[in-house]
């Protein structure tokens, strides 16, 4: 194996919450990210998954250095980015980008199409003519799928599978090595999903660049990512190949997760047997002591309560965090 | 919904390279006002009064404060003395006053409110986006220079540096920043949530190139149309200050000192008060005009 291009190492983001009364308030740590390492291969795409609230966005923000991060490492490139100034973060970023998840509130209402797409160039390389900008511009929009005569048009003039693909044009025009895409297809209808999928898959064969793709649906996981991350309340359940994971999920929370992907059959839909998972998610402000999801596990044991399960190795590399998965 | 171009739109390799120059929001709000047509007009009249204002006086045959020896009264409009509007109480041209005030009135106007303009945005704008101290230590300025009445503090500057017209503009804006800072840094705490001022982060974009970039036309619109309320307010709180004593004074005039003695006069002789009164009420519509216009140009999704 290469050497890894980015390393997440026991990352952890808390925010500090104020509690109770107005007067006498405290300050409580929310634990959306609480100890989450991965190394992430040049080329690969790791995908990351989990319900809502489960840490999964702001963890994308925290290896991008926009949220500021507790404790832990992130290594870029050998580098140590947690506690850099802000210049060597900058210089960082220019091979990190992003695409966000909701297409229109990510693009500035009053710039154009092509100054949005203009803006990374202008910020990394201001020596480059108005011509090489306007070039490269045009000829990365042909790429994601948009005609280059619509550079002037403003976002609200652009329908949202278009909004998004100038976003992810945005992301990919200083040739970046890691592209963070955080729910990128989740505000998009489903027959734009598709293209705009494979659109990120295209353009990543033809940029060779890694991606971390958030997201909470489990087809599109399945369908772009190489490796597989499954969150909860901010801790890692189950990392491992896709194929590992979709045919054998080891973790309780995953099979959970997988019995509740729709199969588009309805005779073997009504057969499935589904895993319920009784409660609501705990609160990241005081989670469960020793493993986090054993409030809502079918296998929680008495061990579960009592002492937090470590990371355990199974054949190919398959990761799990939990005590029963042998089970 | 079409996820790719609309079926109007001819294929890119139609399209010559000058289809595709890329135009700035400037040039884009510009022909935009273009179109407006309330606001080109007032666009014409605002240029006519300024132009007027400036070189009115050197056409006309009596200056501002040159008094008619020979009818130190008020004479009605004549062709033949060349009073075309008449004179005020003591035997000055009316006309001449009027323009010659335009000039004073017009200057306050736009000067100060630049200096408001200027400083309000820059504070209201960094205040907001970097928050934190700097927030806390700039918004307790502007507390502090709210709690200073204007009179005082005008009398104290004029102890201080004699009596001088700088000191005018100086006095004005440095009350009128304060409400712009606030609005700006309010529109400010609502942008700065916003993704795309994440994404503008974390496409490598430096504070000030985030402020001047995204946060500034995205308040414009707001602070346009405070600055078309602003514009009136200053021109009559010059009269207010002349009025004390501490603004321009006699024999030098402004629309503001005008209107007062004009009302002071509005039985014997109506004219003095008209005449001054609808040059400031035609500025004062054109400049609303105007400034809606532009906040309907700057507004891309206006079109």
């Not at chain 1, 980008?97 to 797409?117: H, K, N």
């Not at chain 1, 659109?199 to 958030?214: N, P, R, S």
């Not at chain 1, 309780?252 to 609501?280: F, N, Q």
């Not at chain 2, 204002?53 to 004549?78: C, K, M, N, R």
């Amino acid at each position: 194996m290469t050497a890894p291009l980015l390393q997440v190492k026991d990352l952890k983001v808390h925010f500090p919450v104020r509690t109770g009364g107005v007067v006498i308030g405290r300050y409580q740590a929310l634990r959306a990210v609480d100890g989450v390492s991965f190394d992430l291969a040049p080329g690969e795409t790791l995908g990351i998954v989990g319900e809502s609230g489960c840490g999964k966005t702001t963890l994308g923000r925290a290896v991008l250095q926009l949220l500021p991060v507790t404790s832990g490492a992130v290594t870029w490139l050998g580098q140590e980015m947690t506690g850099l100034g802000a210049a060597a973060v900058k210089a960082a970023r220019e091979h990190m980008q992003i695409v966000f998840q909701d297409p229109l509130a990510s693009l500035d209402p009053r710039m154009t199409a092509g100054d949005i797409i203009a803006e990374p160039l202008r910020n990394y390389h201001p020596e480059l003519s108005r011509a090489e900008v306007t070039r490269r511009v045009g000829e990365l929009m042909e790429q994601v799928g948009l005609l280059p005569a619509m550079v002037n048009r403003y976002p609200h003039e652009f329908s949202g599978g278009q909004c998004q693909r100038i976003g992810i044009a945005r992301a990919m025009i200083l040739k970046p090595k890691l592209v963070i895409c955080d729910e990128p297809v989740s505000a998009l209808d489903v027959s734009v999903r598709a293209q705009v999928v494979n659109l990120l898959k295209d353009l990543q064969k033809t940029f060779g660049l890694a991606m971390l793709f958030i997201s909470h649906d489990l087809a599109v996981v399945r369908h772009i990512s190489d490796r597989v991350l499954v969150l909860y309340l901010g801790k890692a359940m189950e990392l491992a190949t896709r194929e590992s994971l979709y045919q054998a999920p080891r973790h309780p929370y995953t099979r959970a997760l997988m019995s509740a992907v729709p199969i588009p059959d309805p005779v073997k839909e009504r057969a499935k047997p589904r895993i319920i998972l009784a409660g609501d998610l705990p609160s990241p402000l005081d989670p469960p002591s020793g493993c986090v999801f054993r409030t809502r596990c079918p296998k929680a044991t008495a061990v579960c309560a009592a002492k937090e399960p470590v990371r355990e190795t199974s054949a190919h590399g398959h990761d799990v965090w939990c005590h029963h998965w042998r089970e | 919904m079409t996820d790719m171009a609309a079926p109007d739109v001819p294929p890119a390799s139609n399209i010559g390279p000058d289809a595709i120059e890329g135009r700035s929001l400037w040039q884009d709000a510009w022909r935009r006002l273009m179109r407006n047509k309330a606001a080109v007009a007032s666009l014409i009249i605002l240029g006519l009064i300024a132009f007027f204002s400036v070189f009115g006086p050197y056409a006309l045959a009596w200056t501002y404060d040159q008094i008619d020896w020979d009818h130190v009264e008020a004479v009605p409009p004549s062709l033949a003395l060349k009073h075309y509007l008449g004179t005020d109480s003591v035997g000055r041209d009316l006309l001449a006053r009027t323009l010659f005030g335009g000039r004073v009135s017009l200057t306050v106007g736009l000067l100060a409110t630049s200096v408001a303009l200027f400083i309000g945005v820059t504070v209201g704008a960094v205040s907001g986006y970097l928050g934190g101290k700097v927030d806390q230590l700039l918004m307790r300025f502007v507390d502090l220079m709210y709690s200073v009445p204007l009179t005082f503090f005008v009398i104290i500057l004029m102890v201080l540096f004699g009596r001088n017209f700088i000191l005018m503009f100086l006095a004005i804006g440095s009350v009128e920043w304060l409400t712009m800072a606030r609005i700006v840094r309010g529109q400010t705490l609502t942008l700065k949530h916003r993704e795309f001022m994440e994404a503008a982060r974390a496409s490598g974009g430096s504070t000030a190139s985030i402020l001047i970039r995204h946060v500034v036309p995205n308040v414009l619109g707001v602070v346009i149309v405070y600055v078309t309320l602003t514009i009136p307010q200053v021109i009559l709180l010059e009269s207010f200050l002349s009025f004390l004593g501490l603004g321009v004074q006699e024999p030098m005039t402004s629309w503001g000192v005008l209107i007062n003695e004009g009302a002071a006069e509005l039985e014997i002789t109506p004219r003095t008060l008209i005449v001054p009164a609808v040059f400031m009420t035609a500025t004062l519509f054109c400049l609303n005009f105007l400034g809606d216009g532009l906040r309907d140009a700057l507004d891309p999704k206006d079109r």
